[in-house]
């Protein structure tokens, strides 16, 4: 416990304000979903929130925590370290982000009601989760720079979650109305899988 907080502490003073930054869009979530989730016509505009800002926002810190490894001449330096603790700093920020979402969850099931999450939503979301938790860095350690991962995953979920899926015929990763079991739902859990596969695939590649 007390190497986890030094964990913890650490990252603090290395990102300084930018480790603020994931709270700060949680409470802006909270306050979109009070705002406008009660509305009677916007019943999926809580969960639209939480997996369309909330989730994607969650995979920052590790993308920020790891861009120093790109610095220029610090690779060599660096690459032994995050060897050891990548899955170590990927759990534990997973565990720190999933009680926040899970706190947003319990917003969206106390504006809609508890039975809004059926298992397809509750699946969708933990698929959804586990991705952005890891694609940011796997592209970062792909395209090594900061601006590029974040400009590429930001584009892709801004473009997808202000049109509704409707800018690019797939891949689709978020679910915009009550699931009815047809093959775009298939498709968005096909899209997840792959990407959580492929992105892993690469953290291995350059982790290993």
């Known amino acids: 416990m007390n190497k986890l907080v030094h964990l913890f502490k650490f990252d603090i003073k290395l990102l300084r304000y930018l480790y603020s930054f994931p709270f700060v869009a949680y409470a802006l979530c909270v306050l979109l979903m009070l705002s406008f989730g009660s509305r009677s016509d916007a019943s999926f505009m809580p969960y639209i929130v939480v997996q369309g800002i909330a989730v994607p926002i969650a995979g920052w810190h590790l993308v920020f925590l790891y861009n120093s ?10 690459i032994v370290y995050y060897r050891k603790v990548l899955v170590i700093d990927i759990i534990r920020y997973a565990l720190l982000h999933a009680i926040f ?38 592209v970062l350690s792909a395209v090594q720079s ?20 409707t800018f690019m015929p797939w891949p689709h990763l978020f679910i915009f109305r009550e699931p009815i079991g047809d093959i775009s739902i298939l498709l968005t859990f096909l899209s997840l899988g792959v990407g959580i596969l492929l992105s892993a695939i690469q953290l291995w590649r350059k982790f290993k």
């Open 101 to 138: 979402i899970s706190l947003l969850v319990c917003l969206t099931a106390w504006i809609n009601g508890p039975d809004f999450f059926t298992s397809t939503l509750i699946v969708h979301l933990i698929m959804l989760f586990i991705f952005y938790q890891i694609i940011g860095i796997a």
């Open 69 to 78: 490894l790109y610095e220029e001449g610090a690779r060599e330096t660096l």
């Open 146 to 165: 900061l601006d590029i991962a974040l400009a590429i995953v930001a584009t892709y979920t801004f473009m997808e979650v202000a049109t509704q899926g």
